[in-house]
């Protein structure tokens, strides 16, 4: 009798803990992970990164590696760590670059559809080069 004791008791302890996260009220939807999917909201911020070494990344504002995006408009800011190097983003509709010789912050603001799109730098294209895709 002591077992089924324990037993219901655990069951209504899991019970009520499962409950407790379901939460409610807010009418908010609870962020879900969506594994290697990023999809910041349509006019979010994308950070470009460029040098000093042989780096080049795309990032959300959380610093996530871009993989995939929903369709929509982006400001992307691109810091270019270095002489040497450039970002040059192409895709759909798109053809943004920094310039080989040049440091500094950039900003762009463009508009991706769905598609495939890829940053490199132009002079070490083989070895400096990502992409993601824009799908929905």
């Known amino acids: 009798m ?5 037993t ?3 069951g209504v302890a899991a019970a009520a803990l499962a409950l407790a996260g379901c939460g409610g009220g807010d009418n908010e939807a609870a ?3 969506t594994g290697t999917t990023t999809t910041p909201p349509v006019g979010s911020t994308l950070k470009g ?3 000093p070494g042989f ?3 795309l990032t959300t504002e959380d610093g996530e590696d871009v993989t995939t995006l929903a369709p929509g408009s982006y400001t992307i800011d691109v810091e270019d760590l270095a002489t040497s ?3 040059h983003l192409t895709g759909p509709g798109v053809d943004v670059e920094t310039e080989v010789g040049e440091e500094g912050m950039q900003t762009f ?3 991706l ?7 490199v730098c132009d002079p070490h294209s083989s070895s400096m080069n990502g992409g993601f895709e824009v799908t929905g």
């Open 2 to 6: 002591t077992r089924t004791r324990v």
């Open 8 to 10: 219901i008791a655990v």
């Open 31 to 33: 962020p879900t992970d």
């Open 49 to 51: 990164s460029v040098g």
């Open 55 to 57: 780096v080049i990344s």
């Open 85 to 87: 190097h450039n970002f």
């Open 109 to 111: 603001q463009v508009v």
């Open 113 to 119: 559809e769905p598609g495939s799109y890829s940053f």
